[in-house]
């Protein structure tokens, strides 16, 4: 980790308009300024970030965009900044499960080897904007044993321990507990205590029916820690809520947070 001084913003304003200029650059400038909004890439050192400028690309993610589908390859690695994925299980009806989600805390997208194929779909939940690395190159850094290789490692590891909360959580956990969770993760990845988002949505993610997140949301809104309206949920009491959703929540992110405070 490190501080960014004027003369880091700079350096990395000439890095993104050599890359511009060079014509084998992504399409709009690279600094570690602006990669450092996802965390992981934040927790590389400036020279191995400065390693990745030429194959990171800046990119808009619009909600509902699939970043890529369930058994089919994987093209690319998406650090969010502020955008939010979702990483959702395809039954063979098409109803879908949430198993994870990925903001500014992490990847969507890790291919250990060429021939890996996704085991669910990534959506765009939040409209945001992101870097994104292909494969073949996040292979290479993998192949070499580096920062990054470490790093995502780690990440892996904590994601795997959120997942296995999220079954244990789906489980022992009331309605309410569950939406807790649910809101939590994304006030989490979120600039704000406003989500927006239809609890009908909220019901597909969880996998239960609506009438069962709409009777939750309002016994909620009646203890004061959300306000519901169309399309939209404020979070109003976020310490209580966390109170209340007791280690359903603080499990998966003490996990979470290992991989945040971690250095390569």
Same mark, same amino acid.
């Given at each position: 980790?490190?501080?960014?001084?004027?003369?880091?913003?700079?350096?990395? &304003?000439?890095?993104?308009?050599?890359?511009?200029?060079?014509?084998?650059?992504?399409?709009?400038?690279?600094?570690?300024? *602006?990669?450092?909004?996802?965390?992981?890439?934040?927790?590389?050192?400036?020279?191995?970030?400065?390693?990745?400028?030429?194959?990171?690309?800046?990119?808009?993610?619009?909600?509902?965009?699939?970043?890529?589908?369930?058994?089919?390859?994987?093209? =690319?690695? =998406?650090?969010?900044?502020?955008?939010? +994925?979702?990483?959702? =299980?395809?039954?063979?009806?098409?109803?879908?499960?949430?198993?994870? +989600?990925?903001?500014?805390?992490?990847?969507?997208?890790?291919?250990? @080897?060429?021939?890996?194929?996704?085991?669910?779909?990534?959506?765009?939940?939040?409209?945001?904007? /992101?870097?994104?690395?292909?494969?073949? @190159?996040?292979?290479?850094?993998?192949?070499? !044993? *580096?920062?990054?290789?470490?790093?995502?490692?780690?990440?892996?590891?904590?994601?795997?321990?959120?997942?296995?909360?999220?079954? +244990? &959580?789906?489980? @022992?956990?009331?309605?309410?507990?569950?939406?807790?969770?649910?809101?939590?993760?994304?006030?989490?990845?979120?600039?704000?205590?406003?989500?927006?988002?239809? #609890?009908?949505?909220?019901? #597909?993610?969880?996998?239960?029916?609506?009438?069962?997140?709409?009777?939750?949301?309002?016994?909620?809104?009646?203890?004061?820690?959300?306000?519901? !309206?169309? /399309?939209?949920?404020?979070?109003?009491?976020?310490?209580?809520?966390?109170?209340?959703?007791?280690?359903? =929540?603080?499990? /998966?992110?003490?996990?979470?947070? #290992?991989?945040?405070?971690? @250095?390569?």
């Amino acid at each position: 980790m490190y501080t960014t001084t004027a003369n880091d913003t700079a350096r990395d &304003a000439i890095i993104g308009a050599r890359l511009l200029n060079g014509g084998a650059a992504a399409p709009a400038p690279i600094s570690t300024i *602006g990669a450092q909004q996802n965390d992981l890439l934040r927790a590389l050192s400036r020279e191995d970030l400065a390693q990745l400028f030429p194959h990171l690309e800046f990119v808009k993610l619009s909600v509902r965009q699939r970043l890529y589908e369930c058994g089919g390859k994987i093209d =690319y690695a =998406y650090f969010p900044t502020n955008a939010i +994925v979702s990483l959702q =299980y395809v039954l063979e009806d098409g109803a879908t499960t949430e198993i994870a +989600v990925v903001g500014h805390d992490g990847v969507a997208g890790l291919a250990m @080897h060429a021939a890996d194929r996704a085991s669910c779909c990534a959506i765009v939940q939040s409209a945001g904007y /992101g870097y994104r690395l292909k494969t073949e @190159h996040l292979l290479a850094a993998f192949s070499e !044993g *580096g920062a990054l290789a470490r790093l995502l490692m780690r990440y892996t590891s904590a994601m795997f321990a959120q997942m296995a909360q999220n079954v +244990v &959580a789906s489980r @022992h956990s009331s309605m309410e507990q569950k939406l807790c969770r649910w809101l939590l993760d994304r006030l989490d990845r979120s600039v704000s205590n406003e989500l927006k988002v239809t #609890q009908e949505t909220i019901a #597909q993610m969880l996998g239960v029916r609506r009438e069962s997140i709409t009777g939750a949301a309002g016994k909620l809104q009646d203890e004061g820690m959300i306000e519901c !309206g169309r /399309g939209r949920i404020l979070v109003t009491d976020r310490a209580r809520m966390e109170r209340y959703a007791g280690s359903c =929540y603080t499990a /998966g992110r003490a996990a979470a947070l #290992q991989t945040q405070t971690y @250095h390569a």
